[in-house]
Every structure is written in C-alpha cells, then in structure tokens.
C-alpha cells in the first residue's frame, strides 16, 4: 500500500528560506544549524570565532551536502551585525530566519567559583557581559536582522532562553556531594535570559502587522558531561527523570521557523522534560 503523503507536512519544510544561526558553534548552535539546513534552509552558521564558524559549516556541508556558510559575528556589536547582514543579502538575497543562539555563562577565576559566584560578591564585570551577550546580543540582532524581515514582510526570529529565565534556578544542583558549593548559578544568567523572554515577546507584537513572528525557546538542562552526581540530582528534579540530548532541543527551532508555526508568535516554549510543570 502507497505511502500516503499529508499536504500539511509541507507545511515543515524550509526550503528556500535562508536562516542565520548566531553562536553556531556551540553545543545548541551546532544543532540548530543541522536541523534547519536538513529541513531545506540555506543557513548561515554565525559565531565569534570565524575560522572555526567556517570550519564546522564546511564539516556540515560534507557529511550532508546541505548549503551551510560559516561567518564571524560579534552579537554585541552593531556594526558586525549589520556587516553580516549586507552579506547575507549579497549571498542569498533576503533573511527568513533567525536563531538567536549565541549566549555565554560565567567563567570564574580558577578556585574562587564558590565565591565570585555567590550573589553578594557577584563581581559587576561578569554581570555585564552576561548583560551584553545574552540580552543585549539578542536585542541587537532583533533589531538590524528583524528589521530587514519586516521590510519583506516575512519572517521568523527563534531567540533561545533557558529554564532560569522563567524560574529562579536551584542552587542546591550545584553542591557537591559532601555538602559544600561547587558555585552557584548566578544572578546575571537567569536575569539576562529572564529578560530575553520579554524581548521576545515585545518584538512579537510590535512587529506583528509586518508579518515578523517572535517566539522563545526555553531548554532545560543539556547533558554535556556534568558529573554524575549533578545529573542524578538534575534528573530527580525532573519529572522525564533526565536531562536533555542536544538533538532534542533543534526539532522546536524548526517547528517555529516553519510555517506549521504560522499561528505562533510571542510564545514561550519549555523545552525542559516538565520542569518548570512541577
């Protein structure tokens, strides 16, 4: 018996639709990049590190002949943004999409996490380049790369939060097993990625009428080698008792850069085995 083929898949597909992936090599970007480029979008695969941007868009256009591009990108910058934005235009003439994956987390001095980390002695200078990167990285690129979607008329934007920004994270994941803190997830995180929510949902009504949709992933833990004793704690807060694969956060950033997602916009999707449920 044929297999039948339903019209609505279609409604999946990305062909044609040229997507830019910021943090493309990361754990998340990397992913991203692969499951639009497999849904049919040419993608550009945007990052810090331009050689290695080039690099891994190469390995991704080898193993699956998709058409991926590497391009250095600095979020925080105005004029890198707007520059990847005129040579997107020259290379694919137009933008559909945009993930908004680029992020960082803290990085304490060696020996003093437990003590940088912790709220009243949080130094100003890892605050504001959580600020920089994770909010104001995002606000930009919405800004330049939205504005060229609503001067089309079409468009996607993808920005990636996390599970802190909807809740206060746990700081008891974060102890080691005879008690004492491996450091404390920090203030500048959960506030930086709370206020990419509201970001999100702000670019959604205002360009709503332009036919620009804005849409938030929220992921949940990602396993990444942590140790064993934060993953079981991790999994016991959980009610899917695990952390998440990589691969299982990239499906939500196709669904709502395809038209299957034409209804959504504004939304805030929990990617967090139910998590924030409990």
Sequence with gaps: MARQVYPENARFSLDGRVAIVTGACGLLG???????????????????DEEQARTFAAALVEATGADVVGAGLDVAE??????????T???FDGIDI???SAAINDRFDEGAAAEQSRFESYPLALWQSQLDVNLTGSFLTCQILGAEMARRGRGSIVNIGSTYGLVAPDQRLYERPDGTQAFFKSAGY?????GVVM????VATYWASRGVRANVICPGGVAQGQASHFVE????????GRMAEPD????AAVFLASDAASYVTGAVLSVDGGWTAW
């Design 98 to 100: 945009l993930v908004n």
């Design 190 to 194: 959960a506030a930086s990625k709370g």
């Design 233 to 240: 704690r991790y999994a016991t807060r959980t009610p899917l």
């Design 248 to 251: 299982e956060i990239a499906g």
């Design 89 to 91: 235009l020259n290379a």
């Design 199 to 202: 970001l999100t949902r702000f």
């Design 30 to 48: 990397q992913r991203f990049c692969a499951a639009l480029a497999g849904a049919g979008a040419r993608v550009v695969a945007a990052d810090l």
């Design 78 to 87: 105005g004029r890198s943004i707007e520059a990847l934005r005129v040579r």
